[in-house]
């Protein structure tokens, strides 16, 4: 037998059978004003930890809210919008998208663009079409309605809207398009503003992407599916 503290755990063993007794912890003044007892420690949890929950549940609520409204808008657009099929993607044309972005198969423009343009624009967002970008992003979106208090989670998003970018720049450059062209093309729609659950041409990682074109350095897929599975195991 033996004594653990702060609880007293008294063991005995008799035929392979442990028997065990816990007491709450006593305090023991040592001025004499005698012995305090302290209360049962699943009373101090419950009552410092009463807020977690409705505040967890209200904080994924307006997560959960947020992420349908981006979806609400996206068809919005696609219902209001001029489409025309492109192999087995659909190609939307509506004057109230200001930068291009894609959502699975559907990918959104604004009627103002050139030919030329429009040609980079829908060879940039078919990578993400074909690489399934779209729905690493709504895996995400959905981990964060469960851990929007994991700051790593918000690390994850970032470092994975950044590669799905920079595969993207690298499948465009690798189509022959002149360098120098579709950097003018991102940088002219830098201030453009899309949807956040959608894969989007403008970001606030420009200056990295065309550092990373001028630099021509290989992304490889192995980092998308070790972030996917680490975003998966939390």
């Known amino acids: 037998p033996f004594v653990r503290m702060p609880f007293i755990s008294s063991l ?18 040592g001025n004499g004003a005698g012995v305090e007892s302290l209360p049962p420690m699943e009373n101090l949890l419950s009552g410092q930890a009463g807020f977690v929950l409705p505040l967890f549940l209200a904080v994924s609520t307006l997560y959960l809210l947020y992420t349908l409204v ?21 190609v939307v044309l509506n004057p109230k998208v200001r930068s291009p972005f894609s959502f699975f198969r559907y990918i959104f423009l604004s009627p103002g663009m050139n030919d030329r343009e429009r040609e980079q624009v829908i ?23 469960f851990q929007w208090f ?8 970032k470092s994975l809207s950044s590669l799905h970018e920079y595969q993207a720049d690298r499948d465009v450059l690798g189509k022959g398009y002149r360098l120098e062209d579709y950097q003018l ?8 503003i899309s949807p956040l659950i ?8 420009t200056i990295k992407r065309l550092l990373k074109m001028k630099k021509s350095v290989k992304m490889q897929n192995s980092v998308a599916g070790m972030i996917l599975l680490s975003a998966g195991t939390l």
């Open 70 to 90: 981006q979806l609400a808008i996206i068809f919005y657009l696609r219902k209001k919008g001029k489409v025309y099929h492109l192999d087995r993607l659909e």
């Open 12 to 29: 005995f063993s008799r035929n392979d059978n442990i028997f065990s007794i816990d007491l709450p912890a006593l305090i023991f003044r």
């Open 198 to 205: 959608a894969n989007r041409l403008n970001s606030s990682l």
């Open 123 to 145: 060879c940039h967002e078919s990578s993400h079409i074909r690489r399934g970008h779209s729905l690493d992003i709504l895996l995400m979106s959905v981990i964060k309605i």
């Open 185 to 192: 093309l991102i940088l002219s729609l830098q201030f453009g």
């Open 150 to 157: 994991n700051p790593f989670i918000f690390l994850l998003g």
